[in-house]
Structures are given as C-alpha cells and as structure tokens.
Nanobody, 120 residues
C-alpha cells in the first residue's frame, strides 16, 4: 500500500496560517486527484479541497477564499495553504490520492492524518 506522508499540522491562534504538505511518489501525485479531508471529533470526514491531475481545483464552501491547494512538482507534494484560520477548522486533516480509469477506481489511498488545532 502506498504511504502518503502528511506534515505541517500545529496549534495556531485564530486568524493565523498553516501550510500542510502531503508527500507522495511523483507518479502517484501527478496521475491522481489529490485531496485534503478533515474530521473533527464527533463529525464525519469531509472534503476540504482537491486538485485533479489536470490541476482543476475544488473547495468546500466553508474554506473558499481562505484555503489554497496546489501541487509542488519539484518536491512531489500537494500542499494546503490555510489562512485566516478559525476554531471550527480544528480537525485531523488527511491527505488522499484517488485515480480512476474507465469508471473504475484504480487506487484510493489515505495518509495517517495531521492534527490542526486553532485556539487562543
């Protein structure tokens, strides 16, 4: 199973910023839709942002204008820049890699998660 390695989670104050990074192999990163999901205690996992192999981006309404997902091909990472953080952004953030061919899921990989806590 492919391992996705997340980093960047931390404790930050409201209004602060964090940059999360998801490291994968070059092939995994470039051939798949990469996404960031989050799960708060007592809540279901939700999509935060994703970027396709063609660099099309989607964001949850709650983070539009504050978060930016991007690929760094030199580092083979998919990053999530989070600005203007709010306490409700507190969650474990997970990296996901998904690839589909002919309507069939080729792979669907998940990282172990990184904790983001927004609190004074």
């Amino acid at each position: 199973q492919v391992q996705l390695v997340e980093s960047g989670g931390d404790l930050v104050q409201p209004g602060g910023s964090l940059r999360l990074s998801c490291a994968a192999s070059r092939a995994i990163s470039l051939l798949s839709t990469m996404g960031w999901y989050r799960q708060a205690p007592g809540k279901q996992r939700e999509l935060v942002a994703e970027i396709s192999s063609g660099d099309n981006r989607k964001y949850a309404d709650s983070v539009k204008g504050r978060f930016t997902i991007s690929r760094d091909n030199a580092k083979n990472t998919v990053d999530l820049q989070m600005n203007s953080l709010k306490p409700e952004d507190t969650a474990v953030y997970y990296c996901n890699s998904r690839r589909q061919l002919g309507g069939i899921t080729k792979w669907d990989y998940w990282g172990q998660g990184t904790q983001v806590t927004v609190s004074s």
